[in-house]
């Protein structure tokens, strides 16, 4: 098809055209029609009309003649008495329908290409737990492991349960381990120096860099602190030890506290 305009003193502009491709100006419009400038007014159209071109408004009738695919009934729905504040989604016919608000804070979660999203609450980004215990135990040569009993704080037992002793670690991932044992009462060495051991155990291991120690003399009584990062298996158990040289006899049994903090960092 071959499209020309010419624009004449007496009518205007005039667009002609033709069902073939050359560069051949036509001398005849059979078949054709001209558009005169004049007669063009909003939604104004060159229009196919059987072997002929007509220019003439765009009528309702054309929509359906221009598209190649005919539109369900239910397509199109009207966006207005909904309300404020709303979200839609199209549902398994493919019909545009209303999803429920979650609370504040939920985020807008997809369930798969053939389920309706859901509103819910975002994942914790990081999982943690500070628990605390205390154990009267001897200290000895011999690592002791030390209670761990109350849940300071924690994002959930679907993170981490607890044990007398122990912390199992629900999901898989690199952790922050930290430990602390404070003894809480005052005993003497005899003068003697002596040495505290902290370590912290995965699954009955010490974990490489998670020990801490304490040496003086006289008081054998204190604070030891240790710290490691670990990569942990789902359901890897945590424990800490704690033992104590002397070079007297003069070892006794007092409370000692322990105080474990355990942080997702991956």
Not at 244 to 255: A, C, D, L, R
Request: glycine share 10%; hydrophobic share 35%.
């Amino acid at each position: 098809m071959s499209i020309w305009s010419s624009k004449t003193s007496t009518q205007g502009w005039r667009t002609w055209v033709k069902d073939q491709f050359d560069d051949t100006v036509p001398t005849s419009l059979t078949g054709l029609s001209d558009v005169l400038t004049a007669a063009v007014t909003d939604k104004f159209a060159l229009m196919a009309n059987g072997t002929t071109y007509v220019g003439r408004a765009v009528v309702e009738a054309d929509i359906d003649d221009l598209q190649s695919y005919t539109l369900p009934a239910d397509a199109l729905i009207t966006l207005v008495g909904n309300g404020n504040h709303k979200v839609l989604y199209t549902n398994g016919s493919g019909v545009p329908v209303e999803l429920t608000l979650g609370a504040a804070n939920t985020v807008l979660t997809s369930a798969g290409a053939t389920s309706a999203p859901t509103f819910s609450a975002p994942a914790a980004t990081k999982r943690y737990i500070q628990v605390s215990g205390v154990t009267t135990v001897t200290l000895t040569g011999t690592p002791k492991v030390l209670d761990l009993v109350t849940t300071d704080l924690t994002t959930g037992t679907g993170d981490f349960t607890v044990a007398s002793d122990l912390v199992t670690v629900k999901n898989a991932g690199d952790y922050s381990i930290y430990a602390r044992m404070c003894t809480t009462d005052t005993n003497t060495s005899g003068g003697a120096e002596h040495s505290t051991l902290v370590n912290i155990q995965v699954e009955a291991a010490d974990i490489p860099g998670g020990k801490g120690r304490q040496r003086g003399r006289e008081q054998h009584d204190g604070g030891c602190d240790a710290e490691c990062i670990a990569t942990l298996s789902a359901d890897d158990e945590v424990r800490v030890m704690v033992s104590q040289t002397i070079g007297s006899t003069n070892v006794q049994t007092i409370p000692t506290e322990c105080h474990v903090i355990i942080t997702q960092i991956d």
